[in-house]
């Protein structure tokens, strides 16, 4: 679990390799017709860039020394026509290749949205969500400019590179051969910084995501860090991550920037080198307008060579980003249906616990050999003290974990041999923690059944007592409500979660401390629209205020994971042994308050 905390760098489970490439180009295939249109539209633009050198050494060694003005206004002309081409095949790429890398982030980001949807919720248990989001959005973000540019810069430079030295070889092999001997000392630089860049960018990834988390943590904790005034120490942690980023960013930068500045001092080396060399040779074999254009081709040899470089440091950059983006797509949901599950049919409700082992982590026993009975239109309330594992048991119910050994039965079939769908879909659930979702009221309530009409909204939201405080808003259930509900009290907040379990008509109804944050007066109003709807469902109801559940029709008493008493209120109160003591002692309480 040591995972989960925003100061931990998260370490990959395998090293790079070329296979994330290759799923990368899945994604790219759908548009493989527009790329290679593309590439087309590149080569001719290339082309027809790369025709001015020669352009210029026919108008010096030709047309100027036959005072051929005619010859020189058309080669005038052809230069400017080459120009044009360039400049609207070069429009027409950036348009067409952003379009293309911004289609294939959103297929990326969708894909890892609708995996993340399928993920357990031991996953959510072990990482900071902010550690989470930043994958979504900033990581994919990062391979933006990798699919809008660097793939098609990469053909149409190894295409220019190959025309430029055709065009060298045809002025002068021997300067040619010349121009080439810096590629050693570039061989040894990239090899030198290749691992040094690439462990750099992960470094770089980890501490995004340390940030990332942290800022995420604080903003969902503001209220209780003000409520301690705890903003300095805050700020002291904050400047820790950030500082930690930057430093890592630095250096990542700082080995990125060793790769172009060697290119460029390169190509001053080489282009000082050949017009010593050219210039020796005037006379020789190589006129001026030659040697002009040969050290134009030289200027533009090492123009493709450096956005090759670039191109380079992309993937390198990319990479660190590809293995977190793939790393969580492959994750494995820990819950998952049988490849031959089948349907559950409509249930009455009849749910049974035969010897059930679990626990969250390991070897740790959270329960241990939990065995009961419920039948259909049972009302079973779960008490005991935090932590004994009453919300674990409602949860095996709808298979949000694994049981470790054991079985758990609905109307006699085992819940691992049908479908997680075909579950849920017959569970009313509402968590400790009410969320409510950004949007409207009704929104909110109809979230887990789409096709229910405003009547059966409106409906569900008086027999649970939340249709009083709606309507007194000023625009009843179409009034919007921002991310967690953070302007309605805890109590409307569990009221409209309840409103929204109940609408979607479960057979079994689970509510995890439905009235802990609800007063008095409304609670008492609950109870009794209760009555009618829990007919003929089963439901399981954690509470600690032991008054809500005294109708129950039986009460599991957990403590440290085992079920200690069973039986209704009357008779585990005439028993006198630890459920007695537990009323007893919040009667006590309330007596002193």
Excluded at 16 to 42: A, G
Excluded at 125 to 152: F, M
Excluded at 198 to 221: C, D, F, P, V
Excluded at 289 to 318: D, E, H, K, R, S
């Amino acid at each position: 679990m040591a995972r989960n905390k925003f100061d931990v760098d998260e370490e990959l489970e395998s090293p790079f390799s070329f296979i994330h490439l290759k799923r990368l180009l899945v994604y790219i295939k759908p548009y493989k017709k527009k790329i290679l249109f593309t590439i087309f539209i590149m080569l001719i633009a290339s082309a027809a860039n790369l025709i001015g050198p020669y352009l210029i050494k026919q108008a010096i060694d030709v047309k100027i020394p036959g005072k051929d003005v005619k010859g020189l206004g058309g080669l005038a002309g052809i230069y400017v026509i080459s120009l044009i081409i360039t400049g609207v095949c070069l429009k027409y790429k950036i348009r067409m290749m952003t379009e293309i890398g911004q289609s294939v982030i959103q297929n990326i980001r969708k894909d890892l949205f609708t995996h993340l949807q399928k993920l357990s919720f031991s996953f959510y248990d072990s990482r900071p969500h902010g550690k989470i989001l930043v994958r979504v959005v900033n990581y994919v973000n990062s391979l933006s400019d990798l699919l809008s540019n660097g793939l098609i810069n990469l053909i149409t430079d190894l295409f220019s590179l190959f025309v430029i030295l055709g065009f060298m070889f045809s002025i002068d092999v021997k300067l040619t051969l010349l121009s080439m001997v810096g590629f050693p000392i570039l061989a040894i630089v990239i090899f030198l910084i290749k691992n040094a860049q690439r462990r750099a960018w992960q470094t770089l990834s980890n501490k995004q995501s340390n940030m990332n988390a942290y800022i995420h943590e604080s903003i969902n904790g503001i209220k209780v860090t003000q409520a301690f005034t705890r903003e300095d120490e805050n700020k002291r942690i904050f400047r820790e991550v950030s500082e930690s980023y930057r430093t890592s960013w630095m250096k990542a930068v700082k080995i990125q920037f060793l790769l172009w500045p060697s290119i460029e001092n390169l190509s001053v080396f080489t282009v000082s080198f050949i017009y010593i060399m050219g210039i020796s040779s005037i006379g020789h074999g190589v006129t001026v307008g030659a040697l002009i254009a040969f050290v134009g081709y030289i200027g533009m040899f090492w123009m493709p060579l450096t956005n090759i470089g670039n191109f380079y440091n992309a993937i390198i950059n990319a990479t660190a980003y590809l293995e977190r983006i793939f790393e969580m797509i492959d994750e494995k949901p820990t819950v998952i249906g049988d490849p031959n599950a089948a349907e559950l049919p409509t249930i009455q409700g009849k749910v049974e616990f035969k010897n059930v082992l679990f626990g969250y982590e390991g070897d740790e026993k959270v329960l241990d050999n939990i065995n009961f009975s419920v039948n259909p239109g049972e009302t079973i309330a779960l008490v005991g003290a935090t932590g004994s594992g009453k919300t674990t048991i409602v949860s095996l119910i709808s298979r949000f974990y694994n049981i470790n050994s054991g079985k758990i039965e609905i109307d006699g079939v085992d819940i691992k041999t049908v479908t997680i769908p075909s579950l849920r879909k017959q569970m009313g659930v509402m968590l400790q923690d009410p969320f409510i979702f950004s949007g409207t009221i009704m929104d909110n309530i109809r979230y887990g059944r789409l096709d229910a009409s405003d009547k059966e909204v409106i409906e569900a939201a008086k027999a649970v007592q939340a249709h009083q405080f709606i309507t007194g808003m000023k625009d009843g259930y179409q009034t919007e409500v921002n991310e967690r509900g953070t302007r309605l009290s805890t109590g409307q907040r569990q009221l409209i979660s309840f409103a929204r379990a109940l609408l979607a008509d479960p057979k079994i109804l689970i509510l995890d401390e439905a009235t802990s944050s609800i007063d008095t007066e409304t609670e008492l109003a609950l109870q009794r629209g209760l009555e009618t709807l829990l007919e003929g469902r089963t439901s399981f109801i954690i509470a600690h205020r032991l008054s809500t559940i005294q109708n129950a029709t039986r009460i599991l008493v957990i403590d440290k994971g085992r079920i200690i008493e069973e039986g209704s209120h009357t008779e585990l109160m005439r028993r006198k042994s630890f459920y007695w003591k537990l009323h007893k002692s919040q009667h006590q309480s309330l007596d002193v308050g």
